[in-house]
């Protein structure tokens, strides 16, 4: 029986050599190839350019050099491919709290829960096809399937920026023409006992006497590739829960210019970054600025504070500092956001100074009273006074 989750898949397209190309601009249209550049190097990833002319991951640099001398050989650039991988995690996080990453490019979403508010299962995977292309200029393959081992496969039947929805009860159909290799545990030693009884499709393994498959794989391994033949794979989206940060960021259909509008947008930003930290049980000891200028200029800034916080009044005030810095004149802003980060749990205490514990802790019953108003009535029921603008994170055109 087929599992009631609804899984998403999402690796993105060439990651590595997509980042290259998108960030020099000269590069589009051409082969790129990622990867050691010495004599005993190998290629890491290449464009969709590259892959034409046999060029592929794994592959020894020097035969990639002579099946496409015409190239760009790029070293790679391992802490910005990272940097990005963790702007996509904040995109994937939009649509559920249930992101496992495999790796840099690649995670499962399980959107069981968002169905009601972002629709069906295709209709989530153009969403984030969309999120991903307006946010970080890159491609994304999305699959859709009930479980993590039908989406995976999915996601690499369309590539790039394809979409593939396997519809629940179809597992074993989508599955069956593709070649044993592609079920997880199948190697080489595996697929060559399998060629000897006849098999070589998935449909095949799925069709094969139980009793003769344990006698040439043992139990456990036949059990194992038979359920994933039929589709069938219960293994939950597993969470990192311990949140490395918190943060929050709109984009603007219309460029704000006026200083005053900025730091509006600040407050808010950081009140949600406060009420969330507060709800999580968290302090920071870091606080992060991201500004983005049209087109697609994009800067980050961070302070350390002394002690660590979940005062929205102080990380509105830092992050306000950051901002006044980075941007001294009238230059249009597209992107405002405010991340508490280097998180450690409140109940570690802080220091209090001798003369601001009366004050901190008037504070804080304010901050309480706040958060017991919008817990009940809702995020914007209550705000802080600002500057005046009438500027909403939450007004049609942020995001």
């Not at 190839?33 to 060029?55: H, Q």
């Not at 069981?112 to 491609?139: I, K, N, P, W």
């Not at 003369?355 to 802080?384: I, Y």
Request: charged share 25%; proline share 5%.
């Amino acid at each position: 029986m087929t599992s009631a989750r609804l899984i998403l898949h999402a690796d993105m397209d060439a990651f590595y050599a997509s980042i290259e190309q998108r960030d020099e601009p000269s590069l589009r249209g051409l082969p790129v190839v990622i990867g050691g550049l010495g004599k005993r190097g190998v290629v890491s990833t290449c464009s969709y350019e590259a892959r034409v002319f046999g060029v592929h991951s794994a592959l020894p640099t020097a035969i990639a050099r002579q099946r496409c001398p015409q190239a760009v050989y790029l070293p790679g650039r391992i802490a910005h491919y990272a940097a990005v991988s963790a702007q996509l995690r904040a995109i994937f996080e939009e649509f559920t709290d249930l992101v496992e990453p495999l790796s840099l490019d690649e995670a499962f979403l399980d959107v069981t829960g968002s169905a009601r508010l972002f629709g069906s299962g295709e209709h989530m995977a153009r969403r984030l096809q969309d999120r991903v292309a307006e946010e970080l200029r890159l491609g994304v393959s999305v699959g859709v399937a009930s479980n993590k081992f039908v989406a995976k496969v999915a996601s690499d039947r369309e590539k790039p920026r394809g979409i593939t929805v396997v519809p629940r009860g179809g597992e074993a159909a989508f599955l069956a023409p593709l070649p044993v290799r592609s079920l997880w545990g199948v190697g080489p030693a595996t697929a060559e006992r399998l060629t000897a009884l006849g098999v070589h499709t998935v449909g095949q393994l799925a069709d094969f006497e139980h009793a003769r498959l344990c006698a040439a794989l043992g139990d456990g391994l036949a059990a194992h590739v038979s359920a994933l033949a039929r589709g069938r794979d219960d293994r939950p989206v597993i969470v990192d829960r311990e949140a490395k940060s918190i943060g929050r960021e709109t984009t603007f259909e219309d460029d704000l210019v006026e200083r005053a509008s900025c730091h509006e947008i600040l407050l808010r930003l950081a009140e949600d970054v406060g009420r969330r930290l507060r709800a999580a049980g968290l302090r920071a000891h870091t606080v992060r600025l991201k500004l983005r200028h049209p087109p697609f200029v994009t800067l980050s800034r961070q302070v350390r504070l002394d002690q660590a916080s979940d005062d929205e009044l102080q990380i509105y005030r830092e992050a306000q500092a950051l901002f006044d810095a980075a941007r001294p004149s009238r230059r249009p802003v597209r992107l405002l956001g405010v991340t508490a980060a280097d998180l450690r749990p409140a109940s570690e205490g802080r220091q209090a100074e001798l003369f601001g514990a009366a004050a901190d802790t008037r504070g804080a019953a304010v901050r309480e009273a706040l958060d017991a108003v919008r817990v009940r009535f809702g995020a914007s029921s209550v705000r802080r006074a600002g500057t005046g603008a009438d500027t909403d994170p939450e007004a049609p055109g942020a995001s």
